[in-house]
């Protein structure tokens, strides 16, 4: 996210703010913030969204906010694999969103697509469902003579 993005809320509406959400990247943690604007012409205007680093965010709005900052920070300094380390990513994994991903293309399929339908004598046309119709060709035409 860049710095035009990420902006920190005013103290004086604290009150008119609403927490949406916390979102987790590569290297930060994002709280999604919702504030009221003083002088707004309709509603649709009425309301920013901004994204505010974690830490800046008041403690009313995000009450989990020392026990998610701590997890995240003890998580940038893993030295070993343990049941802290466990519980400080369920912590953050429970309590955050990710970011969005980029578009990757089509899933991938984990099981190979049924066989297509095998001709057999007494089923020459081998049955492909009531929809579908194979084309008839014509019969070719013998020059007439005249």
């Excluded at 009150?15 to 709280?31: I, K, M, P, T, W």
Aim: glycine share 4%; proline share 10%; net charge positive.
């Amino acid at each position: 996210m860049s710095d035009s993005q990420t902006r920190r809320p005013s103290r004086s509406n604290s009150e008119s703010a609403l927490l949406l959400g916390v979102v987790r990247s590569e290297g930060q943690l994002l709280a999604v913030v919702s504030q009221r604007r003083v002088a707004a012409a309709n509603a649709a205007e009425g309301y920013a969204v901004m994204n505010v680093p974690v830490r800046a965010v008041d403690q009313r709005l995000l009450a989990e906010k020392p026990r998610l900052c701590a997890a995240w920070e003890r998580l940038c300094d893993v030295a070993a694999f343990d049941g802290s380390v466990l519980a400080d990513v369920l912590t953050v994994l429970l309590s955050t969103a990710p970011a969005a991903f980029p578009d990757v293309g089509p899933l991938l399929r984990l099981t190979a697509p049924p066989p297509p339908p095998r001709r057999t004598a007494g089923h020459p046309r081998a049955f492909k469902g009531t929809k579908y119709r194979p084309i008839v060709s014509s019969r070719p035409r013998l020059p007439s003579s005249k």
